[in-house]
């Protein structure tokens, strides 16, 4: 799936609301995403879905998700 800016838009605000929920930066935000998949086979190929969702929600599922990935304690 190509990026065009409004997934490009998407992702950054991802990323910059984990970080602030997760307390860590943005760059570690994005590290994780990328390193375990769940930015390029999950949030970029689900954009069409998930940016219908609350911001509330959005961010409990991505939380959720990196708990299952292991790239956040349990």
Same mark, same amino acid.
């Given at each position: 799936? @190509? #990026?065009?800016?409004? #997934?490009?838009?998407?992702?950054?605000?991802? #990323?910059?609301?984990? @970080? /602030? =929920?997760?307390?860590?930066?943005?760059?570690?935000?994005? =590290? =994780?995403?990328?390193?375990?998949? #769940?930015? *390029?086979?999950?949030?970029?190929?689900? *954009?069409?879905?998930? /940016?219908?969702? +609350?911001? =509330?929600?959005?961010?409990?599922?991505?939380?959720?998700?990196?708990?299952?990935? +292991?790239?956040?304690? @349990?």
């Amino acid at each position: 799936m @190509a #990026i065009n800016s409004e #997934i490009l838009n998407f992702v950054t605000y991802c #990323i910059s609301q984990l @970080a /602030h =929920r997760l307390n860590l930066s943005q760059q570690d935000v994005y =590290r =994780r995403l990328k390193s375990s998949g #769940i930015l *390029y086979d999950y949030i970029v190929p689900s *954009y069409d879905v998930l /940016h219908t969702f +609350g911001s =509330r929600y959005l961010l409990e599922d991505l939380t959720d998700y990196m708990r299952e990935k +292991g790239v956040l304690p @349990a």
